[in-house]
């Protein structure tokens, strides 16, 4: 198993069990205990997880950003199954917000070859959109974060208000059930709430490990969303509860707007014939 495997199947174990020891990773992965203690201080050095003795634990605080090259290790077959579908519910010709982290690049790559508007306060997801033959791009304004690479402040929530957009595709970094969405930094939380109120409907794209968990920043309540995209992880405990608060939860890779999942691994299939009727709801 190469390094950056090991990286993920660890960080993967720190989020679900909260703890993991040397010697359990070891043989699950079979590499010596002196190979775990370094892939673990390299981690540490990246800031996703916190060494203690005999193994490491998860940084657990609400306030905490994991780094964007942390993040885009983790759940990576989840985000591209929920890209698919989040893709897959977007009409040529309409006019979007994609928002910013790991999920909203993967989504931003599924789209490139569609006839569509898209504004982004990422730089990220701009960079991969900007060769991209069919899609017009524009790009708020706002001061850069550096290493997560959003745009945000004043300049960024002018810009939003003095558009009308049919859609938002909104990236969490948390979803409760009483908490509603939340995100880890407030300067980015205040950015979708603008993106929220430009929109006629909103779609949130968030694979199950957010689920449950709530971060730092409020963004609003789950009645915002008009439909959550998230991946089979989810329990079936967590998705009625979700749904019981009126929040339609569809399942990347097991189901498409219309049914069982039958579509294609290309993500090819145009959002016209197949999107569903989610869009018709009220916000």
């Given amino acids: 198993m190469r390094p950056n495997e090991r990286h993920e199947r660890i960080l993967q174990r720190v989020s679900e069990d909260g703890r993991v020891e040397v010697d359990a990773l070891s043989a699950e992965l079979g590499v010596s205990a002196m190979t775990m203690r370094r892939d673990l201080a390299l981690l540490e050095a990246d800031g996703a997880l916190r060494r203690v003795y005999g193994g490491a634990t998860r940084i657990s605080s609400g306030s905490y950003e994991p780094p964007f090259a942390v993040r885009s290790k983790l759940q990576l077959p989840a985000k591209r199954q929920i890209a698919r579908m989040v893709a897959s519910l977007v009409d040529d010709g309409q006019a979007v917000i994609l928002d910013a982290g790991t999920t909203g690049v993967a989504i931003a790559e599924q789209l490139s070859r569609r006839q569509i508007t ?21 790009v708020t304004g706002g001061m850069v974060r550096p290493g997560e690479q959003s745009l945000v402040g004043p300049e960024t929530g002018r810009m939003l208000e003095d558009y009308h957009f049919d859609l938002y595709i909104m990236t969490v970094s948390a979803a409760h059930a009483d908490q509603g969405f939340t995100e880890w930094h407030p300067d980015d939380a205040a950015v979708k709430r603008t993106a929220l109120g430009a929109s006629s409907h909103c779609i949130v ?10 971060a730092f920043a409020r963004i609003c309540a789950l009645s915002a969303a008009d439909l959550l995209v998230t991946d089979a992880a989810i329990t079936d405990e967590q998705r009625s509860t979700l749904e019981a608060r009126g929040l339609e939860v569809r399942i990347a890779g097991l189901e498409t707007p219309d049914g069982p999942a039958s579509r294609s691994d290309n993500g090819s299939e145009s959002a016209q014939n197949n999107g569903g ?5 009220d916000n």
């Fill in 277 to 281: 009727d989610w869009s018709d709801a």
């Fill in 205 to 214: 794209a968030c694979d199950a490990n957010k689920i449950g968990r709530t």
């Fill in 118 to 138: 898209v504004c982004t306060p990422s730089l990220r997801v701009a960079a991969a959109l900007v060769s991209s033959p069919s899609v017009r791009l524009m």
